[in-house]
């Protein structure tokens, strides 16, 4: 959707390096979520963000949401190959329902 | 099991048939969405239900058909398939009363020859 980019489309790094994925929005946000999808498998929730400024952790990856909630960063520190797969984030843009928009995908690769 | 499910996981077809794929859930959510999963696009929702027997369209519709007559079903049926709709679609669920996220299935893949 054009309402959401993501950046970058894809990445490899060498594992044990940190890495950075990007989700714009066009618009402001009422919550972002963030996904997980190993190849050729089904989405795997990670976290979700609703505060301006916000930011939540689990294991080594950490996500914040901009204090104009119109940008959020998914960062992995120490990558390793089991982070290998595809991010996807997703935003509600209103409290109306669950629909969400779904930005293009970041496909990450990690060198052992 | 419990959970969302979806059948087939794969599914190869010829243009001009009819296909249905099925997605089902134990959790009783309210909502439930279909689905593709095209390289370059990203997911695009195709439909969506609120309630058992309400249906709305989504970013994708033509050339799919949905019904949701019980709350735990939400079966997509390509009427004529297309080539153009070969992609990968996945079934979701969420339950709107609380903040949740959409909870997904493990998609079907489909090729349409």
């Known amino acids: 959707s054009q309402e959401l980019e993501q950046s970058p489309q894809s990445l490899i790094v060498q594992e044990g390096k940190n890495l950075t994925i990007n989700c714009t929005s066009s618009k402001t946000l009422y919550g972002l979520y963030w996904y997980k999808q190993k190849y050729g498998e089904g989405l795997i929730f990670l976290m979700m963000l609703q505060k301006g400024g916000e930011e939540k952790s689990h294991e080594k990856i950490t996500a914040k949401l901009d204090e104009k909630k119109q940008q959020s960063s998914l960062h992995i520190t120490a990558s390793q190959p089991s982070h290998a797969g595809i991010y996807l984030c997703g935003a509600r843009y209103n409290n109306a329902g669950n629909m969400l928009t779904f930005g293009g995908g970041t496909r990450l690769m990690v060198k052992p | 099991d419990a959970g969302i499910t979806q059948s087939p996981r794969y599914k190869i077809t010829e243009t001009g048939r009819q296909v249905t794929l099925m997605c089902h859930q134990t959790w009783s959510h309210s909502y439930m969405f279909w689905y593709r999963q095209d390289l370059g696009h990203g997911l695009r929702l195709i439909y969506y239900?609120?309630?058992?027997?309400?249906?709305d369209k989504g970013e994708v519709p033509d050339g799919y058909v949905v019904s949701r007559s019980k709350t735990e079903n939400f079966p997509l049926t390509l009427e004529s398939a297309t080539r153009s709709q070969t992609s990968v679609y996945f079934c979701?669920?969420?339950?709107?009363?609380?903040?949740?996220?959409?909870?997904f299935g493990p998609g079907t893949r489909l090729l349409v020859l």
């Open positions: 979701a669920s969420s339950d709107p009363s609380t903040q949740e996220t959409q909870y």
């Open positions: 239900s609120a309630a058992a027997d309400i249906t």
